[in-house]
């Protein structure tokens, strides 16, 4: 089975300058060859004149199945309607071009098995399984006086967090996560935005907890990404050997360094931080966490070029809550804005490839990796904001098939 792409000015992923009039032509589920010219060629052929081609996108910090009203009644919403709004977003993702994504918690193995039977149109998923917290901790939701805690906890669907306190408690949750399907581990190790009783500049979980998480997670030829806003939080990760920072807010240089030096890198989260002040009540959060996200998205931009200066690796994930996630590529957007397109359409797919230890397998237009390509009507480096429209991304190939096509 063959397909050819050609016409199109390609953008591999590498921050290579574009190509002109590129012929990449696909073999099964992979890319067979690229040229600067077009050949005679067996098979399905593509006309991308006028488009811009691009690997697929990653976003590597998603939240596909949190549709439910974390803090609410966790009876409000039955498991069909769960699973059906999670598919749904699975379908809008997918449609916007991006062909993987890295859910930061949430899903586990259960929704992977069911985009693999082709019934659910989506994203090649990579779970983490519920983010490992600590006892009111970020992820702790209901309110400090309940008497029993009770949240979504559905196997093979959704599960937010999972409250661990001491290492053994850690190394329990990490194994039980694996065993349902997750490929890296995911823990809160500062406060957060949507919290309700703690502190951004709160440090959460001990290096001694995150360290069973991390050996865990090496065990199975993996790692753990950690969710931080502040210094002390990513220097604690760091020590425990954690190798990913969500969020990175108040990054300040010597942190930086030292992330730099660990080979750690930072997954900025902006479409979320721009979309959590207008966006709070439809994704069922408190209005608590207006105040909390004030100047969050001006920090995070200092901390990526702060980042960027120390020569950190620097990725890219939209962070996205909520029913009708149709805004994954505003991180794209929000990104060239102070890394530059080029730049931007690099963290989002090879720089992420590699965060998720996937290089050799996507993250650009080479030779021998899956063919997951899109193209787009324009040119997103003069139009970033492009990237935020799913009606331009024209046409979305994940690993050798087409799945969104409106040539
Ligand atoms: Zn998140």
């Given at each position: 089975?063959?397909?050819?792409l050609?016409?199109?000015?390609l953008?591999d992923?590498?921050?290579a300058?574009?190509?002109?009039?590129?012929t990449i032509?696909l073999?099964?589920?992979?890319?067979?060859a690229?040229?600067?010219?077009?050949?005679?060629?067996?098979?399905?052929?593509?006309?991308c004149?006028?488009?811009?081609v691009?690997?697929?996108l990653?976003?590597?910090?998603?939240?596909?199945?949190l549709?439910?009203?974390?803090?609410?009644?966790?009876g409000?919403?039955?498991?069909?309607?769960?699973a059906?709004?999670t598919?749904?977003n699975?379908e809008l993702?997918?449609d916007?071009?991006?062909?993987?994504v890295?859910d930061?918690?949430?899903?586990d193995g259960?929704?992977?098995?069911?985009l693999a039977?082709?019934?659910?149109?989506?994203?090649?998923?990579?779970?983490?399984?519920?983010?490992?917290?600590?006892t009111g901790?970020?992820?702790h939701?209901n309110?400090?006086?309940?008497?029993d805690?009770?949240?979504?906890a559905?196997?093979?669907?959704?599960?937010?967090?999972a409250?661990?306190?001491g290492?053994?408690?850690?190394?329990?949750q990490?194994?039980?996560?694996?065993?349902?399907?997750?490929?890296?581990?995911?823990?809160?190790?500062?406060?957060?935005?949507?919290?309700?009783?703690d502190?951004?500049?709160?440090?959460?979980?001990?290096?001694?907890?995150?360290?069973?998480a991390?050996?865990?997670?090496?065990?199975r030829?993996?790692y753990?990404?950690?969710?931080?806003?502040n210094n002390?939080?990513?220097?604690?990760?760091l020590e425990?050997?954690?190798?990913?920072?969500?969020?990175?807010?108040?990054?300040?240089?010597?942190?930086a360094?030292?992330?730099?030096r660990?080979?750690?890198?930072?997954?900025?989260?902006?479409?979320?931080?721009?979309?959590?002040?207008?966006n709070w009540?439809?994704?069922?959060?408190?209005?608590?966490?207006?105040?909390?996200?004030?100047?969050?998205?001006r920090?995070?931009?200092?901390?990526?070029r702060?980042?960027?200066a120390?020569g950190?690796?620097?990725?890219?994930?939209?962070?996205?809550?909520?029913t009708?996630?149709?805004?994954?590529?505003?991180?794209?957007?929000?990104?060239?804005?102070?890394?530059?397109a080029m730049?931007?359409?690099?963290?989002?797919?090879?720089?992420?490839?590699?965060i998720?230890h996937q290089?050799?397998?996507?993250g650009?237009?080479?030779?021998g990796?899956?063919?997951?390509?899109?193209?787009?009507?324009?040119?997103p480096?003069a139009?970033?904001?492009?990237?935020?429209?799913p009606?331009r991304?024209?046409?979305?190939?994940?690993?050798?098939?087409?799945?969104?096509?409106l040539?």
């Open positions: 089975m063959t397909l050819t050609t016409g199109g000015r953008i992923g590498t921050g300058d574009p190509v002109e009039r590129a032509a073999e099964g589920d992979r890319i067979a690229i040229s600067g010219s077009a050949k005679n060629r067996d098979g399905d052929i593509i006309d004149a006028g488009l811009t691009l690997p697929g990653i976003d590597a910090h998603a939240h596909l199945g549709v439910f009203d974390f803090g609410g009644d966790p409000a919403m039955s498991p069909a309607e769960i059906a709004q598919f749904r699975c993702c997918l916007a071009g991006f062909t993987t890295r930061m918690c949430g899903v259960g929704l992977v098995r069911a039977s082709g019934l659910v149109r989506g994203p090649r998923v990579y779970p983490s399984g519920p983010a490992i917290v600590q901790g970020h992820g939701i309110g400090p006086f309940c008497f805690d009770h949240y979504v559905i196997p093979g669907l959704v599960q937010l967090t409250i661990c306190d290492a053994d408690q850690v190394r329990r990490a194994r039980l996560n694996f065993r349902r399907g997750a490929t890296q581990l995911k823990a809160f190790i500062s406060g957060g935005v949507v919290s309700t009783t502190r951004l500049e709160d440090t959460q979980l001990t290096v001694e907890e995150l360290r069973a991390v050996l865990e997670a090496r065990a030829e993996t753990v990404a950690g969710h931080a806003h002390q939080a990513i220097r604690n990760g425990a050997g954690l190798e990913c920072f969500e969020h990175g807010t108040m990054l300040d240089e010597a942190t360094a030292a992330m730099a660990a080979n750690a890198a930072l997954d900025p989260t902006l479409a979320v931080t721009q979309l959590l002040a207008q009540k439809e994704w069922k959060l408190p209005e608590s966490v207006v105040p909390r996200i004030a100047g969050c998205e920090m995070m931009e200092e901390a990526m702060i980042a960027r120390a950190v690796l620097i990725g890219s994930g939209s962070d996205l809550l909520g009708e996630q149709n805004r994954r590529g505003l991180e794209l957007t929000l990104q060239a804005r102070v890394l530059g730049e931007a359409i690099v963290c989002a797919t090879s720089s992420n490839a590699r998720m290089e050799k397998l996507f650009s237009i080479e030779a990796k899956l063919a997951d390509i899109i193209a787009i009507n324009g040119d480096l139009q970033p904001e492009l990237f935020d429209d009606s991304v024209v046409l979305v190939i994940q690993g050798g098939k087409t799945v969104k096509n040539l």
